[in-house]
């Protein structure tokens, strides 16, 4: 071109160059034209701008698919002019050098050695860079402006002058990853940072050219490092990046969201101190304040708008990572206030609610939204991710061979376009789909035309790629579902070692590349105080293959020993032709048997060798690693001691060491055993001894460990192991053990039940963000969250503490009433087993009142085998019967029947007593066992005497108070576990302690204001029995004025014990109903409640709003419902009335803090609950009987067909009273209380 003799100057020249490149389209023209403008700038003030246009040189060849090693020629030649460079800043070099290194890491690609130095040099250089600028900083600001750490609060002073102590510039600059997590610059010190006095080695805007390509190039490094298992070196980058966003960009939201970062970050690496901080941070600095002053300084200015707009989605991922949705929503609607901007960007916003709304639990709009989306052309990355939401849509919904058909149609989509131009893009994109593709092939059994084989086939390929664009932590992911799924499909015994065998090869493949993983990350982070993700990853796997080794070798040693005691009762030639016969065997049990027999001592010594690994690891993995060694341990105690071997060892010992003396002075040889054998089995007794100690100490440690760190499904399966251990040798600890394992297992069902009562809420934002944060945490894995919303959860939300399990069981049972008797009756987890044990008599120290005379229970555990179909069939008939009974009151109540005892009532009540006998039968293994140590109570002790059952959830649905065993006693009550039952009383005593709530001299003080009315007479409280006040009871009946018979049973009952209930509050009927929410208020305000309705509590009261009722003060609580009128029927089928089972609804009364719940156990009719009204005030006022007694009385009562109660006010109603019959009343939580 001519034009180019007449322009002297060379920036001006090659400015000309650029612009004709980025004017034409021809590619040649493009690449000739960029390479003139590079080659324009000789003069070495332009080095610069050169090494600018070489980058834009790269971009351009990285784009069209050039080879990797020009591209890397050209970013060698502008490091090489940028170390020439002498007279300019040392930051800018460094910030040059670091873009040039992630460069070239980006070009080579994952998984390659080259990406892997490069993206660490990068790193050197960015850390060099912040470091050099805080030293700058600190030492040219004055003495008050040092840079501190944030838990540093307060500055050091000299004891003796008072005079401030100042820190070494080496002390100030943070070096370990704890110090970099704790570490934030203060104002100050970014307001000298501001000053262009600094030295050259600063940050600041003179030297720092492109701060936002800086600050992108940083966070590609920062992803980068998290994808290899790098994390904690993205510390001193994210702090370079807060300096940029908050000074040199300029952006508040950008800084807010570098924070966020930092927060998700600590959280990933479980550096809890400094992630509350973070998160306080985060909680107190105002967000949508700040969002929306940028929004309209940005509207004003028109120009930054598209940029605060990504910067508020960029905000939004990292909340939706932490589980914070409704500050995740804010930061989307600031976004889309901002405007719609371009396609892309409205398609953008439409994918991200989408994806909040299944975030959320709300398909229907992830759909509507998902749809919104036009079916046009997409980039790459937005398709994928689009496909990625939509499959996860899908699978929500459960359509799962439309959203695995999905995922195969985006793979195909995405091969399609593969070319030589953003390739290695392409690659991740592909090997994520398609490892996801075969994940839900996998998991959901939508296998289509797939054989096992192809499937198994379709993993391993996923994985292969993965780990080919170095994605190994998702690799690890991949090879466990395919673990999972080679184990869950088997047949028969062969087809079982056959799977075993496979999965076991396919993890030990993946644990030699975990081993090289974590060489490769242990020789960059030094540090052991941090728990890297995709370390815990690989340690998982390692983890994963012990565990299956563990499981083959348990196999395996069951066999041996029941095979060792079969041989000692036969002769030599059947042993010798049985061994014979055993090489006929398919190759993969004979594999499979002389793999197992060497696979003890291999996996113990896997297991120790991670142990060395696993100094600083998350309480998850800890827990997990001392389970399989305390299993390996018991495992060969089993091997070293089969069953006639080791009693005849204990006998030898017990003879060597007792009688030997008398064995020769008497001369007999009737028990002499050769000294060599005897020698033998000593040793023997010895080992396997070492070893039974060695497995209990290793599962105590997993227990601890696992409780410590709120994982429960490791903590009960530990306690049951050691359950096993004991219960032969200590039936004390072994009680305490089983008890727990049910708190346990109670704890996470309770935990469950709290997720599924808020899911069916209108709208997650009603939650708090710390309620959030826990429902979106697994119950079966560690729950652990910022302090910060783990204190807020303890102080508003009753269901927290609830869910807590003590790590020292065996305090529990010291602060239950002498007047306990406290049986477990417990399944294993899959129903095999059933445990049963009666717990050592508490003594009863700390109950209130006098104490009844103590009776002395020795401890006593079981296990027997069980049936899983015999109690399904069981619990089946249980819920069969609750249905056909809610059935024919419904259809009585909507025709108008009076409620007699027709023919099919009789029916029914024929079934009710089958299910009691049947219940009866399956327990009676147990029971006949466990009431050898139930006390034997004379006529005194009956009254005072209370058995508490504690039972899983499977028998809770059975009438286990009408069991035979249980007659004799006064009070028979039930609960979820150990630990739910000493939380109820822990509560009750805290709440006398504190004088929380209304106390006595406040309720004698609200009593005296009601002119007219006298307070109760005093009360004498029975010995063992804790008093509720009688001022301070509430009550809500027949609100909406549906049946006139309960609103006169609470009438004529109140007015007939108007000595106890002249202080009651409450309403009865619609004339009396209070407003809207305001009855809820005098549900949670009472020491005790009666609740008598129709329908159930749960159609008044949503489920998500019983679990959030902070009903703590409330001590008692009867129910009185689950009738039906026509009227009722028809109000609840307009409203679409929540309906719960009343297990589910005593589980939700107990995580709002209810102390005591007495209801229903079958459905009853409005005359049945009037005549329970009665019943019960009789009971419980006139009777002065505690709520277990009066549920027992009235169980036993009603029994007995021709008894009629002499109730005040009630004409004719013995035919109501034997339609009781069929009912029943069972008592959840503390039975002792009366009253008074």
């Not at 290695?424 to 296998?447: N, Y």
């Not at 302690?993 to 005296?1008: L, Y």
Request: glycine share 4%; with cysteine; aromatic share 6%.
């Amino acid at each position: 071109m001519d034009f180019v003799k007449y322009i002297n100057d060379e920036k001006e020249l090659s400015a000309l160059w650029k612009m004709v490149a980025i004017a034409t389209s021809d590619k040649l023209w493009q690449f000739n034209a960029l390479q003139k403008a590079v080659s324009a700038l000789r003069a070495p003030t332009s080095c610069w701008l050169k090494v600018d246009y070489i980058f834009d040189l790269v971009d351009w060849l990285q784009a069209e698919g050039f080879p990797v090693n020009t591209i890397t020629q050209q970013l060698q030649w502008a490091i090489s002019i940028v170390i020439d460079v002498q007279d300019e800043t040392c930051s800018r070099q460094l910030d040059y050098l670091m873009r040039a290194n992630a460069l070239i890491a980006s070009v080579h690609g994952f998984g390659t050695d080259q990406h892997r130095q490069h993206l660490l040099l990068a790193v050197g250089f960015a850390t060099k860079l912040i470091k050099m600028s805080l030293k700058a900083a600190t030492m040219t600001a004055p003495e008050n402006m040092r840079v501190k750490a944030v838990k540093s609060t307060t500055v050091p002073h000299d004891s003796k002058s008072g005079a401030i102590l100042q820190k070494k510039i080496s002390e100030a600059i943070p070096s370990t990853t704890i110090e970099w997590a704790e570490f934030a610059i203060s104002d100050d010190v970014l307001d000298v940072l501001d000053n262009s006095v600094l030295e050259s080695s600063a940050i600041s805007l003179e030297t720092i050219l492109n701060p936002r390509l800086s600050f992108d190039v940083l966070s590609s490094l920062i992803d980068s490092l998290q994808d290899v298992g790098l994390t904690p070196l993205c510390f001193p980058l994210l702090t370079l990046q807060q300096v940029l966003a908050s000074r040199l960009i300029g952006l508040k939201p950008l800084s807010v969201f570098v924070s966020l970062k930092i927060l998700k970050i600590c959280q990933d690496l479980h550096l809890l101190k400094a992630a509350d901080y973070w998160s306080e941070y985060v909680k107190l600095a105002g967000l949508t304040a700040d969002t929306t002053a940028s929004i309209k300084v940005a509207a004003a200015t028109k120009h930054s708008l598209p940029e605060l707009q990504e910067v508020m989605l960029m905000q939004m991922d990292v909340l939706t990572e932490l589980n914070y949705y409704p500050m995740a929503r804010q930061c989307l609607e600031a976004a889309a206030s901002c405007g719609s901007g371009t396609t892309l960007m409205q398609e953008r916003l439409l994918l991200k609610r989408a994806r909040l709304a299944l975030l959320e639990g709300i398909i229907p709009d992830a759909f509507g939204y998902l749809n919104a989306i036009p079916k046009t052309k997409k980039s790459k990355k937005f398709f994928a991710e689009y496909i990625t939401v939509y499959a996860d849509t899908l699978l929500a919904a459960g359509e799962c061979s439309q959203a695995a058909r999905a995922i195969a149609d985006g793979i195909k989509a995405l091969v399609a376009k593969h070319s030589g131009m953003e390739a290695q893009q392409l690659d991740i994109l592909i090997a994520t789909l398609s490892a996801k593709h075969a994940c839900v092939i996998a998991q959901t059994a939508q296998h289509g035309d797939l054989t096992r084989t192809e499937i198994s086939s379709l993993l391993h390929e996923s994985t292969a790629r993965l780990v080919k664009v170095g994605h190994v932590s998702n690799a690890f992911d991949v090879t466990r579902i395919h673990a999972k799924y080679l184990l869950h499909y088997r047949s028969n015994e062969t087809s079982m070692h056959q799977a075993q065998l496979e999965a076991r090869c396919l993890l030990e493949a993946a644990c030699e590349v975990a081993d090289g993983f974590l060489q490769e990350v242990f020789s960059v982070v030094k540090s052991n105080d941090v728990q890297i993700p995709a370390v815990l990853k690989a340690m998982q796997i390692k983890l994963d293959h012990c565990s299956l080794s563990l499981e083959m070798l348990e196999m395996w040693t069951k066999n041996f020993v029941k095979q060792s005691v079969e041989k000692s009762k036969k002769d030599l030639v059947q042993v010798i032709l049985e061994e014979y016969t055993e090489r006929e065997k398919p190759e993969s049990v004979i594999e499979w048997n002389c793999l197992c027999r060497t696979l003890g001592d291999a996996t113990l010594c896997n297991l120790l060798n991670i142990e060395k690994q696993m100094k600083h690891c998350t309480p998850a993995l800890k827990s997990r690693l001392y389970l399989l060694l305390g299993k390996c341990k018991r495992l060969a105690y089993m091997k070293e001691t089969p069953q006639e071997e080791s009693s005849r060892a204990t006998r030898a010992v017990q003879y060597s060491t007792g009688s030997q003396s008398e064995d020769l002075d008497c001369g007999s040889n009737a028990h002499k055993v050769p000294s060599m054998e005897k020698f033998k089995m000593v040793k023997q007794f010895i080992i396997s001894q070492q070893l039974l100690i060695d497995a209990s100490n290793h599962l105590q440690e997993a227990c601890s460990i696992a409780l410590d760190g709120k994982c429960l499904e490791i903590a009960a399966i530990a306690a049951l192991d050691l359950f096993d251990l004991h219960y032969n040798y200590d039936e004390k600890l072994a009680g305490i053990y089983l008890a727990l394992y049910q708190s346990c297992q109670a704890s996470r069902v309770l935990y469950d039940t709290l997720q599924g009562s808020m899911k069916n809420a209108p709208t997650t934002t009603l939650l708090s963000t710390a309620m959030q944060v826990l429902l979106n945490t697994s119950s079966s894995g560690e729950r652990t969250m910022p302090k910060l919303y783990s204190d807020e959860l303890e102080q508003k939300h009753h269901a927290f503490r609830v869910l807590e399990v003590s790590s020292q069981p065996s305090l529990l049972l010291r602060d239950l009433p002498s007047n306990f008797t406290v049986i477990i009756l417990q399944h294993s987890a899959d129903r095999s087993y059933l445990y049963g044990g009666v717990l050592e008599k508490p003594s009863g120290g700390k109950a209130v009142g006098k104490q009844p005379a103590e009776t002395s229970t020795q401890p006593i555990m079981c296990k027997v085998e069980t049936d899983a179909k015999r109690l399904e069939a069981l619990l089946s008939h249980a819920r069969q019967l609750t249905e056909q009974l809610d059935k024919y009151l419904q259809q009585s109540a909507y025709h108008g029947q009076t409620f007699v005892m027709p023919d099919e009532i009789s029916s029914l009540l024929l079934e009710y007593n089958e299910l009691i006998n049947a219940t009866d039968t399956y327990l009676q293994p147990v029971i006949s066992r466990l009431s050898k140590a139930l006390p034997s109570v004379d006529a005194e002790q009956r009254e005072e005497e209370c058995v508490v059952l504690l039972a899983d959830g499977y028998l809770l649905e059975l009438p286990l108070e009408k069991l035979q065993a249980f007659d004799v006693y006064s009070s028979v009550s039930r609960d979820f576990s150990l630990q739910v039952l000493h939380h109820r009383l822990m509560s009750m005593r805290k709440d006398g302690r504190k004088g929380s709530g209304r106390s006595e001299s406040q309720n004698k003080k609200k009593v005296d204001k009601k002119a007219g009315t006298k307070s109760a007479p005093g009360r004498a409280v029975a010995a063992g029995c804790l008093p509720v006040p009688l001022a301070d009871v509430g009550y809500l009946a027949d609100m909406h004025a549906e049946c006139p018979t309960i609103a006169d049973a609470m009438r004529t009952t109140l007015n007939h014990y108007h000595q106890y209930t002249a202080n009651w509050e409450g309403f009865i009927g619609i004339a009396e109903r209070p407003a809207a929410g305001a009855w809820e208020a005098v549900l949670a305000d009472r020491k005790a409640f009666f609740y008598c309705g129709l329908e159930g509590l749960a159609a008044e009261v949503a489920p998500f709003k019983i679990t959030q009722l902070a009903l703590k003060e409330c001590l008692l609580m009867i129910l009185l419902d689950q009738g039906h009128t026509r009227e009722s029927l028809l109000r609840t089928s307009r409203s679409h009335a929540s309906s719960v089972d009343t297990v589910t609804l005593a589980r939700m009364l107990t995580i709002a803090g209810v102390g005591c719940v007495t209801l229903n156990y079958l459905p009853a009719s409005p005359a049945q609950n009037a005549t329970h009204i009665q019943a019960l005030m009789t009971e419980l006022l006139e009777n002065c009987r505690s709520a277990g007694q009066a549920t027992q009385q009235l169980n036993l009562g009603m029994l007995v067909p021709d008894q009629t109660p002499d109730s005040p006010g009630q004409q004719g109603s013995g035919t109501a009273y034997r339609a009781s019959a069929c009912a029943a009343f069972i008592c959840y939580g503390l039975p002792n209380l009366v009253l008074s």
